[in-house]
Nanobody
Framework: QAQLVESGGGSVQAGGSLRLSCVASGSLFAFYTMGWYRQAPGKQRELAASITTDGRTQYSDSVMGRFTISRDYTKDTVYLQMNGLKPEDTAVYYC??????WGQGTQVTVSS
């Protein structure tokens, strides 16, 4: 059964850093573009970053230059390194495989 398990969320002060991890089971990792979406309270879920199977990356304007997405095929894991965090980055972050499979989400809270 396909499964995505996120970890690494938490609370941090503005300007701090966090690294999110998402381990993919089954055959998801090798064949799908992996992504991180986020959903803040009262807002729609939005794409933060994605990475294709051959390593091409895409970022939303709001995280460009601060977040870095990467994937490790030896560990079936996708990462989101988040630096220079801002209060507006506060959201539940979801890992996805091809926007078809979703993790349970991990909370990121940034205080000013």
């Amino acid at each position: 059964q396909a499964q995505l398990v996120e970890s690494g969320g938490g609370s941090v002060q503005a300007g701090g850093s966090l690294r999110l991890s998402c381990v993919a089971s089954g055959s998801l990792f090798a064949f799908y573009t992996m992504g991180w979406y986020r959903q803040a309270p009262g807002k729609q879920r939005e794409l933060a970053a994605s990475i294709t199977t051959d390593g091409r990356t895409q970022y939303s304007d709001s995280v460009m230059g601060r977040f870095t997405i990467s994937r490790d095929y030896t560990k079936d894991t996708v990462y989101l390194q988040m630096n220079g965090l801002k209060p507006e980055d506060t959201a539940v972050y979801y890992c996805t495989a091809g926007a078809s499979y979703w993790g349970q989400g991990t909370q990121v809270t940034v205080s000013s």
